[in-house]
């Protein structure tokens, strides 16, 4: 399907939807917010995820107490709340009304509704839309002067969902220099305008630095460290396989899991991992990662995982599928080590634990993969660069 295909079908929904945005509209008018918004963000969740850390750091470093946060999504728990509450913006829960698929009605007239809010405001504010449907799907409704800015964290069904509605984006932000070749890619074989090509824009995750890092001093157990949900496309339970191998062998080594991630790892595995569970509490956060020596992703995609940021600016060397900018950033013997595959997950367990071997037989590699990261993080992953370049969304 070609790229006038989606603008025909928006505009036919759009035609269908129309009755509710006039309604919304109507009740925007008759109930006004009491205050104006320099920024609307809307986001889906608030629950444990790498995106959802991203949105709460983007939203401490430009949004304040002018600007509101919409959840359009039921959240599965309550584990970054704080964190977006940290930026001091108003935060709007909606997903009662947007997320009931037995009441979507409810969807179409919110859309009204807050375009509605928006439009209505004397000063003209700036849209952010971190990945988020409700964010798309209310764009045709949104005033043209009032600049849309979109995230993107990865190449997956968002790269299709937002297609109809490029003609409403005046910026898009990808954090995956490898994401936005693919999108690029995609751009041409539907034969997306060439304008679109010119709004991607790169910016690199960032994050707060620690600055009380030690030296990694291997003493015992080599503790390899997972970090993340445990959802399908992360197959946590090879690192569980891992474990297993590693203590068949009788390897001095620790398997960390912090996150969600019991229901991903077979119950005839547990014995040989540590699941420290969902921690939210930064020092406690900071001090394990501090005593791990290596991060773990085993992921079939990703766009940059805040985990490898993480791991590396504490010195960890990283042991990775390479996906989304994963070899963007880490280079066999530099920063850690890439599998060879993606798809063999049999390839991806044995040699995760001969990698696992290798620094334990070498301790100096250990070490110097450690001081390259420290360096490499410092270099790459600052907060007040990453600040700085959101911050240019509203200059410019």
Avoid at 40 to 68: D, Q, R
Avoid at 174 to 190: A, D, F, G, N, P
Avoid at 235 to 254: G, T
Wanted: hydrophobic content about 40%; charged content about 20%; some cysteine.
């Amino acid at each position: 399907m070609k790229y006038s295909t989606y603008i025909i079908k928006r505009k036919i929904e759009d035609i269908a939807i129309f009755p509710f945005i006039v309604l919304g509209r109507l009740i925007a008018k008759l109930k006004r917010e009491p205050v104006e918004f320099d920024i609307y963000f809307f986001f889906p969740f608030y629950h444990t995820g790498g995106a959802e850390k991203v949105h709460s750091l983007i939203t401490n470093g430009i949004g304040n107490k002018n600007s509101v946060i919409y959840f359009t999504r039921k959240s599965v728990d309550q584990n970054f709340y704080a964190d977006f509450k940290k930026s001091g913006c108003k935060i709007v829960d909606i997903s009662g009304f947007t997320d009931n698929k037995y009441l979507y009605f409810l969807n179409l007239l919110f859309r009204g509704i807050i375009s509605g809010y928006i439009n209505n405001q004397k000063k003209q504010p700036l849209v952010f839309n971190g990945q988020c449907n409700f964010g798309y799907k209310i764009s045709p409704w949104i005033k043209a002067t009032v600049p849309q800015v979109e995230l993107i964290h990865s190449y997956n069904t968002f790269s299709w969902i937002r297609l109809p509605f490029l003609p409403f984006i005046s910026r898009t932000i990808m954090i995956s220099k490898v994401r936005m070749e693919e999108h690029l890619k995609q751009y041409t074989i539907l034969n997306v305008p060439p304008p679109y090509h010119k709004k991607i824009q790169y910016i690199v995750n960032g994050i707060p630095l620690p600055t009380n890092v030690q030296q990694k001093q291997m003493e015992g157990n080599l503790k390899i460290l997972y970090v993340g949900r445990g959802t399908e496309e992360k197959r946590v339970n090879l690192i569980a396989l891992m474990a297993k191998e590693a203590s068949v062998k009788n390897l001095p080594v620790e398997f960390l899991f912090m996150g969600e991630v019991e229901d991903a790892i077979h119950a005839d595995l547990k014995a040989y991992c540590t699941v420290l569970g969902h921690q939210s509490d930064e020092k406690e956060i900071d001090a394990i990662y501090q005593k791990a020596h290596v991060v773990i992703i085993t992921s079939y995609t990703e766009g940059f995982p805040m985990v490898i940021e993480e791991g590396m600016a504490r010195g960890c060397a990283v042991i990775a599928t390479p996906v989304g900018d994963i070899p963007v950033h880490v280079m066999n013997n530099e920063n850690g080590f890439l599998f060879s595959t993606v798809e063999s997950e049999a390839t991806i367990v044995k040699e995760g634990v001969e990698y696992i071997l290798l620094l334990i037989n070498n301790k100096n590699l250990l070490a110097t993969i450690g001081k390259n990261n420290i360096k490499y993080a410092n270099d790459h992953f600052s907060i007040q660069a990453f600040n700085h370049a959101y911050q240019q969304l509203l200059i410019n």
